[in-house]
């Protein structure tokens, strides 16, 4: 009956936020996927006909008020009339919901054929980067997309973005930008319309520079072909390393080819870096946990998906599947960010009843979402996709009320920054290079002890944040920070 379920983080309503301090302005987004249909559709729902304002609010109340998570935070009584577009209308009916930090916009509406080209082969269009502030306000690139853009004209990791225009003679500069306000922050960095040209000023290693980048369609590749799998020659101990960009149909192979590269060297040590993964298919990360639980039993559980009551009969009990490639690690270090939502959280959740202490979370907390979304299409306005929250996560143990992350779930862990000045994977990168000393037996700083008190102090308070669009597409609701 369900068509494909993801879960993933969204960027946020407000791109100041992620400019200033709070939560980062993020949104996150989890819908669930079961089997290979890309569809995403979910039966059920009867609703009004046509495709105007008001057929469309009522499409989206009909469905919420069947399937949301938390029924008994919908308001009793919402007149549609008062709200000029669907999603301020959504947003209205998961208030109380986000209050509670249940939904913190994890529920929206979002156009079916992006997410289809996103999910199924990472089709998007812009520059082919990530982009985030770091504590002093300051625009980096934090990674670049092979054929894309952004590397094809030579910026990648670690270049500072001073100033940006649509011409040399508009360059204004980000800080200039920001004082100005959301609109013009965004409307300078739109670029997910093929074609549009931007002119960057970035400083990186070989000095300050004008480049000139046209936007254009391009395929995310999730494992990096430069850096996203290696086995690391860490003083004579092997160690694989593995990096997920995001949870898409096209990762499943390159987790097994990565995997399969790591038995033929008999790696039982393992990195996952998944610091800016927001998530995406459940699928994708039901198979890359069967490949790191090669020493598992089909019979032990994965994980429980929970639907509302009324939706009982939808509730799924996942248990390890046999993968060839798979390896038994012996201990595993996870690097994440609070851009690591969702999907990559499930991964790590799922194996903390099994790996104990020798599983850590080493760079920052995770984001915090423990709920998946299902995919509902509006039969009369053929690109309407409205991504719901209908079903919570747990692990084996019952265990899924990270809300607040999982720094306080693991039982082990080791704060570590987000080293721009070395590339990913680079076994001097400061995230990196503290997993490699976690792994073999050295000590570290744990991670806050919660989230709020993380927040309060800012003892272990993000070190960058994203850079969010006011209206993101499925891509850069699932890769933070993508433009």
Not at 217 to 241: A, E, F
Not at 308 to 314: G, I, N, T, V
């Amino acid at each position: 009956m369900r068509g494909k379920r993801s879960i993933g983080l969204v960027a946020g309503l407000a791109m100041l936020a992620s400019c200033g301090g709070g939560d980062n302005g993020t949104r996150v987004a989890a819908s669930t996927s079961g089997g290979t249909d890309t569809s995403g559709s979910v039966g059920g729902s009867t609703t009004p006909t046509g495709c105007a304002l008001r057929a469309r609010q009522n499409w989206v109340l009909a469905t919420m008020t069947e399937w949301y998570l938390f029924p008994d935070t919908l308001p009793t009584s919402l007149d549609p009339a008062g709200y000029s577009d669907v999603d301020s209308f959504l947003d209205a009916l998961t208030a109380t919901a986000r209050a509670q930090r249940k939904d913190r916009y994890f529920t929206y509406l979002t156009s079916l054929k992006q997410e289809n080209a996103y999910y199924t082969s990472g089709g998007t269009a812009g520059l082919g980067v990530r982009l985030a502030w770091d504590s002093s306000n300051r625009l980096f690139v934090t990674e670049a997309y092979e054929n894309a853009p952004a590397l094809n004209a030579g910026i990648d990791r670690g270049a500072q973005i001073v100033g940006i225009g649509n011409s040399a003679a508009t360059i204004r500069p980000v800080s200039e930008l920001v004082a100005s306000g959301e609109s013009a922050l965004n409307a300078a960095f739109d670029t997910s319309t093929p074609g549009t040209v931007r002119i960057l000023r970035i400083t990186d290693a070989a000095g300050t520079r004008d480049v000139q980048v046209a936007s254009a369609d391009y395929t995310l590749t999730p494992v990096s072909t430069r850096y996203g799998v290696k086995v690391i020659d860490d003083n004579g101990r092997k160690v694989g390393y593995v990096n997920l960009r995001t949870f898409i149909n096209t990762a499943d192979d390159q987790l097994r080819s990565a995997f399969s590269t790591f038995k033929a060297q008999g790696v039982t040590q393992v990195i996952v870096d998944l610091r800016y993964n927001g998530g995406g298919l459940l699928n994708t990360a039901e198979t890359f946990t069967d490949l790191l639980g090669a020493n598992r039993s089909t019979s032990d559980v994965q994980a429980y998906t929970t639907f509302r009551p009324s939706k009982a009969r939808e509730n799924e009990v996942r248990y390890f599947a046999r993968e060839m490639n798979a390896i038994a690690p012996t201990r595993v270090a996870f690097i994440g960010t609070g851009q690591t939502a969702s999907a990559s959280e499930y991964v790590i959740n799922a194996l903390i009843p099994y790996l104990h202490s020798d599983l850590a979370l080493v760079g920052g907390n995770t984001y915090g979402k423990p709920v998946g979304q299902i995919a509902l299409d509006n039969p009369s306005c053929s690109d309407d996709r409205l991504r719901v929250i209908a079903f919570a996560l747990q692990n084996s143990a019952r265990q899924g009320d990270y809300y607040d992350g999982l720094a306080t779930k693991v039982e082990a862990s080791c704060q570590a920054a987000d080293d721009y000045n070395h590339p990913l994977g680079d076994v001097s990168e400061t995230s990196t290079r503290t997993a490699l000393d976690w792994l073999a037996g050295r000590g570290c700083t744990r991670i806050g002890a919660s989230a709020a008190a993380a927040r309060t102090t800012g003892l272990f308070a993000e070190a960058q944040r994203p850079l969010v669009s006011t209206r993101p597409t499925a891509a850069q609701r699932e890769t933070p920070g993508l433009f």
